[in-house]
């Protein structure tokens, strides 16, 4: 059964080549046709063969589904009263994930499943068509794992972040709380991740406990990827390019240092501005990095506690007015350079032999997403190749 989407005034392709920074490409007057889950043919629309299904896109813009490559969408209750105090002057300083980690603990398996569940459909509503999904809010052995098993019926991209901080019963044994991420936790959490993380920061995990956790993650065939740089200059970001990390996540606070080592490799910097739009925090130098060539892409952090949103049209607009990132620029970020940050090549993209996730804009073009902040300008989803 084919899927012709034809009549699309402008689509985003993302093809340019498969090596390389990479930057956003369009076609004007497009046609895509899927097959199952995949893009089997683009072109012009005036070429396009026949389908046993045909959606006429009347002019609006097409892109591949966004890539959120950085959320934490499993956890229990929320903290709008820490978010109030922060908009009255208080800073935002992490100690509220505590508070997060005692509800994540108390609540029910069903509970804990059915609102990560109803994050994940937001997301996917919002034209989210691949999202990574992090522990962080269990760290003990039991719910770290019992997260990873409910984040794995939501995403293949699962996250094993039980170094978020330490738990408040080994607040004065910091080497005891390593130990067991490194051994039991790290043990229970593997059949269910794809991905280990660690929050390298002051308050949390320094660079030698947070060097061990992830040493360890690797060889038991984890993926890297680092909480870097958000709250202070640290060793994040060079120990994520240290470690090949698929992606240094936050970079609010870098050094000239930091943003050559980043431009230097394939970790991906990866900017979360809900971070800074919810902690009313500097943004991250989006213009330094891209300028320096290190690749950049953009992800929610959706979290309870720092940034809470699922809208990577959100995140987009923030880029664009706030970090001087182009819309070009932003908009592959969100797509391509999401798919770099989990080492996917077969997602970002619309190409034949892709995935086929894909965005109808309710506009005619990318540069909407930008200039609408705020408007919901996601008028279909195809995920998988089924139309949502
Ligand atoms: O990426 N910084 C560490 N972790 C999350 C925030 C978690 C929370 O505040 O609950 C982040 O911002
Ligand atoms: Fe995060």
């Known amino acids: 059964m084919a899927l012709l989407i034809d009549r699309i005034g402008e689509l985003v392709t993302n093809d340019a080549g498969c ?127 019992r997260s990873l098993r409910i984040a794995r019926e939501l995403t293949a991209e699962t996250t094993f972040l039980g170094a978020h901080v330490v738990p408040p019963e080994y607040a004065a044994r910091v080497d005891d709380y390593v130990s067991l991420v490194c051994g039991p936790m790290l043990h229970a959490a593997t059949p269910y991740a794809r991905w280990i993380d ?10 030698d406990h947070a060097r061990a956790i992830l040493t360890v993650g690797k060889a038991a065939g984890l993926g890297v990827r680092v909480h870097a740089n958000q709250l202070g200059h640290g060793p994040g970001v060079q120990l994520a390019v240290e470690l090949d990390a698929a992606s240094a996540d936050h970079c609010t606070h870098l050094t000239d240092r930091d943003v050559e080592a980043l431009a230097g490799t394939w970790t991906v910097a990866t900017l979360l501005p809900g971070a800074e739009f919810s902690t009313r925090s500097p943004y991250p130098d989006a213009r330094r990095l891209l300028d320096a060539g290190a690749t950049v892409a953009l992800a929610t952090d959706c979290n309870p506690g720092s940034s809470y949103t699922s809208s990577m049209a959100f995140c987009i607009a923030l880029a664009v007015r706030e970090m001087r990132m182009t819309p070009a620029e932003a908009v592959w970020a969100a797509t391509a350079g999401g798919a770099r940050a989990l080492r996917r090549d077969d997602i970002g993209v619309i190409a034949p032999g892709r995935r086929a996730d894909l965005i109808v804009l309710d506009a005619p073009s990318y540069l909407h997403l930008a200039y609408r902040p705020g408007v919901p300008l996601i008028s279909a989803v195809v995920h998988n190749g089924v139309k949502l």
Do not use: N
């Open 19 to 145: 090596c390389g920074r990479g930057h956003l490409t369009t076609l004007k007057d497009a046609a895509v046709v899927v097959e199952a889950d995949t893009i089997v043919w683009v072109g012009r629309s005036k070429d396009a063969p026949g389908a046993d299904h045909r959606v006429d896109a009347d002019g609006r813009a097409v892109l591949p589904g966004f890539v959120d490559s950085h959320s934490h969408l499993v956890f229990a209750g929320d903290r709008a009263s820490e978010f109030a105090a922060r908009m009255a002057g208080e800073p935002y300083t992490g100690g509220g994930i505590r508070t997060t980690v005692a509800a994540t603990r108390a609540a029910s398996d069903e509970r804990l499943r059915e609102a990560a569940g109803r994050l994940r459909d937001e997301a996917l509503r919002q034209g989210t068509t691949t999202i990574e999904i992090k522990s962080g809010y269990g760290l003990s052995v039991a719910d770290e794992a």
């Open 198 to 207: 660690v929050f390298c920061e002051t308050g949390a995990f320094d660079a």
